[in-house]
């Protein structure tokens, strides 16, 4: 569905994209993870043909995107990272625009979106909360049913109620046989819903793996109050246990992958609180180059 | 009004913008053309003027100064009208498409199955709609005050004066509209088209002073449409040569613009 080989994309001295191999599967749903800067939205440009490949290809349905660009877009829906809107337009005035310059798009179907998101389209786009507009942008990548749909951040400015919405849109046209790259800085955005994840670093796509390999590595920080002496040396024990500090009666560390066995060890020793949260993609790319440290 | 095209979205976006022009461009008119019962009556106006010296006078078609057509060309058509349809046409051009750049709206727009080509060639009829519709005010007011005042201009020559104008409009936002799409930077387009407007102008006024830059004052496009007085007895193919530039300066954008990275 996309396929690039060795995309390369340089602005001046700066190398955005270098030498991406990306593979998106027909209806699978793809998370592009990767800090911020990595250059998931250049290579998100590149896809749309909105700019140049400095080398290597980019290609979607088999078509080169930059050369077929017109044709491509008639199936692609596309929301942009940072959604800018016209702020004199209503959203039903900016959506009926789009409407008429997408075409395909089936009566009723903006309306289906606009409810799904209790959107108020009779206000000026300009005046709208940040999550507003965001969820104006989500409408109108979806609006024409396409067969693959590009969302840049697509969660950014949401609650997390409407989070839950756009999931399950997003399950709904993988459903229906869509195919959906979605980017994120977060893994946690991506993780209920994508069945593949590429992590970008530096221009460089680093790690492919599907969810569940990937969270056999994922790192969490862990803090666990107990009401009687830490267990440290059976903690420290715990496979996947890393980074083990001991203050007082709370235990600080590091866990990669099942929190199984950690909690069938602390269990014993009385556990009175744990705070648990998600380890940064700049851990959790640490956690695929280091050797665990017991 | 439905948003059924970019066309048609790039009018609604400037009707608040057109709507604001008119009236100005209108009063101006009114204003001017008032005024000029008791210019006409001026007792020893010719002495005035021939005291002027001739470049000058050639430049503001002083000579004809006390008839309806010569008094206007003097007082707006020569400088104040010009410059207005200037303004008007090289912030259109330059706000349509590098504006929309720099806001960041243009990416939508480009994602759907709509060409930059086209993208680019409906702003286009946009901006010369809007430029024509300022050109139409000006004529129906010179018009009117012409009638109410007894002028004495023909219909004939208040809409090769109202042409004129408009084709200076039009050149010149095409050419903000092109070095915009080229470039992506609206500071840029307002720039260039700005510059060479200026470049126009010296030209044309150095071509009534010095005789050497004379054979050069053709190509200024102030030549083309202030020459001999806009509000003139017979046509002349300045306006279509003026349009033709812009039309030329949009074609060799087209190329760079779908080459080009958007927004980088």
Known sequence: MVRTRGLTKRFGATLAVDRLDLDVAPGS???????????????????????????????????????????????????????????????????????????????????????????????????????????VGLVQAFMHEP???????????????????????????????ATVLL????????????DTVGILRAGRLVIVENLEQLKEHARRHVEITFAREVPTENLRRVVGVHELVVTGRTARLVVAGSMDELFRVAAPAGVENVVASEASLEEILLGYYSEPNR | MKLSSIFAKSLFDQRRS????????????????????SVRDM????????????ALRKLFNLETFR??????????????????????????????????????????????RCSRRRVLLEKAAGLVVVVIGLGLVLTVVTLIMGLVLGMG??????????????????????????????????????????????????LYVLGQLIHAVEPWRGISPFVQALDRGPIRPSWSAGPAVMILCGVVALAISIPVFERRDIGS
């Not at chain 1, 990595?38 to 349905?61: D, M, N, V």
């Not at chain 1, 590009?150 to 399950?168: A, W």
């Not at chain 1, 980017?183 to 994508?194: F, K, M, R, T």
């Not at chain 2, 500071?187 to 510059?195: G, L, N, R, W």
């Open chain 1, 29 to 135: 749903v793809f998370g592009f993870l990767g800090p911020n800067g990595a250059g998931k939205t250049t290579t998100i440009r590149l896809l749309l043909g909105l700019q140049r490949p400095s080398e290597g290809t980019a290609e979607i349905f088999g078509l080169d995107c930059t050369r077929a660009r017109e044709q491509i877009h008639r199936h692609v829906g596309y929301l942009p990272g940072d959604f800018a809107v016209y702020p004199h337009l209503t959203g039903a005035q900016y959506l009926a625009f789009l409407t008429a310059l997408r075409g395909g798009v089936a009566p009723g179907a903006v309306e289906g979106l606009v409810d799904r998101f209790e959107l108020d389209v009779t206000r000026h786009l300009g005046t709208l909360s940040r999550g507003n507009r965001q969820k």
């Open chain 1, 183 to 194: 980017s994120s800085h977060v893994l946690g955005e991506v993780e209920e819903i994508a």
């Open chain 2, 18 to 37: 057109f709507a604001g022009w008119s009236l100005g461009v209108g009063l101006l008119v009114i204003v001017m053309a008032a005024m000029w019962p």
């Open chain 2, 67 to 112: 008839t309806g057509s010569g008094y206007l060309n003097t007082e707006l058509f020569s400088l104040m009208v010009p410059a207005l349809f200037l303004v008007f046409g090289i912030g259109h051009g330059a706000r349509l498409l590098a504006g929309e750049e720099e806001d960041r709206t243009l990416d939508v727009l480009l994602s759907t």
């Open chain 2, 153 to 202: 201009m023909t219909v004939g020559e208040v809409v090769r004066g109202g042409l004129a104008m408009a084709a200076l409009g039009i050149e010149f936002g095409l050419v903000a509209l092109a070095v915009g799409a080229a470039r992506g930077r609206r500071a840029v387009a307002i720039a260039v088209a700005t510059a060479l407007a200026i470049a126009g102008y010296v």
């Open chain 2, 43 to 54: 007792p020893g106006l010719d002495t005035f003027v021939q005291n002027y010296p001739a």
């Open chain 1, 147 to 177: 067969e693959l749909l590009v969302l840049d951040e697509p969660t950014s400015g949401l609650d997390p109620l409407m989070q839950q919405r756009f999931r399950e849109l997003v399950a709904a046209a993988r459903d229906r046989g």
